[in-house]
């Protein structure tokens, strides 16, 4: 019991008095979280952002259920777009991603974020953390093995999550959490959109999406990728992961150069949604990231895969025994290359791209729930979890 009480004396001063008494940004902290714990409460649906490309997969489930609930989000980014808002007709509150324990100082009945790797360690008091993940590709490769240990609740991309996650369930002695069957909201947006968003240009436009990581595309392949599109005479859009703006300066700060002399080269940031530059694409160039599958589910287009080493994270032996989906299904919805016989594959795909459609829409029913109506039975989902709570 002494053992305990010192422990807790000690953690009292490292985590609040010392850094109240030397971090001014952190007394700012403390202030604006006493201020959202007098605003927000177990009445309150949550949501949190530990980053700006998160709202695009909170703000279809904000939108729909914020004029029925008392709805606030969490923000933990400072660039997070809600924050440049005005008249915003739910609360939003900034906590810094440094200071993420504070979060244990709320008692909180709901809430759902698209944020993995959220520690038990920084959950809410009483809470029920949903997942709602923010790729489609498999859960059990590219995160760490205690990644999804703090959640309560899952929204479920497809079949394959569910069985991933019964898997980890046993491997990490999981107890009492749910595994819903919901979808993902960014395939519903592009499979219901208007057609006249569908792109009209004569001219090929290429995109290209990579995951991130040491040996992502970009980094390893990327310059070389861009010249050979431009040399053969196609428009491209460049779309690194919101991470290689950080991690892969040296090769964001060379396609800036490119871009700068050649205007058939654009470099976006992916922090913010990708409906126009995937609308108005024929053909993406992709890694293992997730964006190949939402540009392929989506919108019933092919994707070019370059071989590249796997992105893996995950230590247990169990879990490497199965592949991920971002491996099996490639070949489903394209084809894939080394960069030695790039230009070959790259040219039979948009040769034979009316084919692609129907074989792609045959696949998504193995990896994607409810493809035209997952907000809804994300909403639905979010309803009855509050109702069931407020009941007890």
Not at 63 to 77: A, E, F, P, Q, T
Not at 81 to 110: G, M, T
Not at 130 to 149: E, L, N, Q
Not at 322 to 348: D, S, W
Request: include cysteine; aromatic fraction near 12%; charged fraction near 25%.
């Amino acid at each position: 019991m002494e053992n305990i009480l010192i422990k807790l004396i000690k953690n009292l001063y490292k985590y609040f008095i010392y850094l109240i008494i030397t971090n001014e940004n952190y007394r700012k902290s403390i202030l604006n979280t006493i201020i959202i714990i007098l605003n927000v409460n177990r009445k309150n649906i949550v949501f949190f952002d530990m980053f700006p490309s998160h709202w695009q997969f909170s703000k279809p489930l904000v939108d729909r259920l914020k004029n029925s609930y008392r709805v606030c989000i969490m923000i933990g980014d400072k660039n997070h777009p809600v924050l440049q808002e005005h008249d915003l007709d739910y609360k939003a509150y900034y906590i810094d991603n440094e200071y993420k324990f504070l979060f244990k100082l709320f008692n909180l009945s709901l809430m759902i974020t698209p944020a993995s790797n959220f520690s038990s360690r920084f959950k809410p008091r009483n809470v029920n953390l949903i997942h709602m993940f923010h790729s489609i590709v498999s859960m059990h490769y590219v995160y760490g093995d205690g990644a999804f240990d703090g959640y309560d609740t899952f929204f479920a991309v497809g079949p394959h999550h569910i069985e991933e996650l019964k898997r980890t369930q046993e491997l990490r002695g999981w107890k009492n959490k749910k595994f819903l069957e919901i979808g993902y909201p960014k395939i519903e947006e592009l499979v219901n959109q208007e057609p006249k968003l569908q792109n009209t240009n004569v001219k090929i436009k290429v995109l290209f999406a990579s995951s991130w990581g040491e040996y992502n595309l970009l980094k390893l392949h990327g310059l070389e990728i861009i010249n050979k599109v431009l040399d053969m005479g196609y428009k491209i859009v460049v779309r690194p992961h919101p991470h290689s703006f950080m991690y892969d300066k040296k090769t964001i700060q060379a396609i800036k150069q490119i871009a700068l002399k050649d205007n058939s080269c654009v470099l976006e940031d992916s922090n913010f949604a990708a409906l126009e530059s995937f609308n108005k694409s024929d053909i993406l160039i992709s890694d293992y990231s997730g964006a190949a599958y939402e540009y392929a589910f989506g919108l019933l287009k092919p994707v070019l895969f370059i071989d590249v080493p796997k992105k893996i994270s995950s230590l247990t032996k169990e879990q490497l025994e199965y592949l991920p989906m971002e491996v099996t299904c490639r070949e489903q919805i394209g084809a894939v290359t080394t960069m030695e016989n790039f230009e070959e594959n790259f040219r039979n795909i948009l040769d034979n791209q009316d084919r692609w459609k129907d074989i792609i829409k045959e696949v998504r029913k193995d990896y994607i729930f409810n493809p035209s109506n997952s907000i809804e039975k994300a909403v639905e989902a979010i309803i009855r979890l509050k109702e069931e709570i407020d009941g007890k």
